[in-house]
């Protein structure tokens, strides 16, 4: 059985790492290390109602022989459900169950689960240690790595939260196969977010292999998933807070979150940053920085997926614009994007990695989409 570890160094060259494991035995594996690293410790278990149906008994049963066993909180699934109440409620929960400094959280679900549930961890007893269990293709290839811990409020995504790194993540690729076709190939976007700022190797290897990863071949997952994991750990050891560097992670997420809060959240996060994506490679073409030739490939790859040119989007540009002004990236109220500049290659105005655009071309490329 293959497995794959990637060791994360938070900032780099300093003494704290935590390791990232690729492997179909990760429930075992993260009762084993629970038990190991917090063997006195009350096991905090956060998942959703979704993944508590097909993840949950897998992971209960890997904990059935260790002494300390889980007490399981299940949240409403989805990312509506991503606010500060929920957050408190966790908190609540676990403070009436009298829970405290010796608690250790572990996040069994998607982004959401592991944004909240890091989120609640830190804020616990003012800090408890977390392990993330991403069971959804976003938190696996990105989501559970590098600290982003979260909620949305009503003026945008992810404008609450504070980095905290987890003390372990384990990621089984065969968990993957259960999820809903929909959530799957969304998912797949911010794999070609990567491919797409730094790798162009893995681009070509999406496009030469689209039908054997849409059929969830649990082989090229596995590399694919530890891949990624690569890539998020090369960029957030140089960068954990987003000074600079991390930046480039939110390619196609100023219009892709826009697009996702305008459908009130109804929409996935995957499909929309997918769009995100083609949007921002088209801005990238107007302002003459990416060859027409490239956005062919990207959109032959992202519709190859499944992932755009489903459905009519039928996007007013107006509230578009307007919510992309309260992405997190913003600077004095003026939003930022992130471009690139080939296959692979992130666009840079000096030291700079995300740049203004004038609303005109925004406008212009919203309604060159269906
Ligand atoms: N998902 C983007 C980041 O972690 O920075």
New binding site residues.
């Given amino acids: 059985m293959k497995r794959s570890v990637v060791t994360v160094r938070i900032p780099a060259g300093s003494a704290v790492t935590y390791d990232v494991a690729v492997t179909t035995r990760a429930c075992e594996e993260c009762a084993a290390f629970t038990a190991k690293r917090f063997p006195d410790s009350r096991i905090a278990l956060v998942t959703d109602t979704n993944v508590a149906r097909f993840a949950l008994p897998k992971l209960l049963s890997a904990f059935a022989g260790n002494r300390q066993k889980p007490f399981v909180h299940v949240i409403p699934a989805g990312e509506r459900h991503k606010h500060l109440r929920t957050v408190e409620n966790i908190v609540d929960i676990f403070l009436s169950k009298r829970y405290g400094r010796d608690t250790v959280f572990i996040a069994l679900g998607g982004g959401v689960v592991g944004d909240m549930t890091g989120f609640a961890a830190s804020l616990f007893a003012r800090g408890v240690p977390f392990i993330q269990m991403p069971t959804s293709v976003v938190s696996m290839v ?2 559970s790595v ?1 600290g ?1 811990t979260g909620v949305d409020t009503r003026h945008g995504k992810n404008l609450i939260g504070v980095f905290a790194q987890p003390s372990a993540v384990f990621a089984d690729p065969s968990l993957l196969l259960t999820l809903p076709d929909g959530e799957y190939r969304f998912g797949l976007s911010e794999v070609v977010k990567h491919a797409l700022i730094c790798d162009k190797q893995l681009f070509g290897q999406l496009r030469k292999n689209g039908t054997r990863l849409l059929a969830r071949d649990t082989v090229l997952l596995h590399d694919v998933i530890a891949r990624n994991i690569a890539i ?1 750990k090369a960029v ?1 050891e140089k960068d954990e807070r ?1 000074g600079g560097l ?1 930046q480039i ?2 390619f196609g997420h100023t219009i892709g979150h826009a697009i996702e809060r305008n459908s009130n959240y109804r929409m996935n996060h995957g499909e929309a940053v997918g769009y995100g994506i083609l949007y921002e490679s088209l801005i990238a073409r107007e302002l003459e920085i990416l060859p027409e030739s490239d956005v062919g490939q990207i959109r032959g790859l992202l519709s190859q997926l499944g992932i755009v040119g489903k459905r009519k989007l039928r996007l007013d540009p107006k509230r578009i614009i307007e919510f992309t002004k309260s992405d997190k990236k913003s600077l004095l109220g003026e939003a930022r994007y992130v471009l690139i500049n080939g296959i692979g290659s992130v666009h840079r105005d000096g030291r700079r990695y995300s740049i203004p655009v004038k609303d005109d071309i925004v406008r212009k490329v919203l309604s060159e989409v269906e």
């Fill in positions: 990105d989501a590098g982003k998020k957030v987003e991390r992670l939110n």
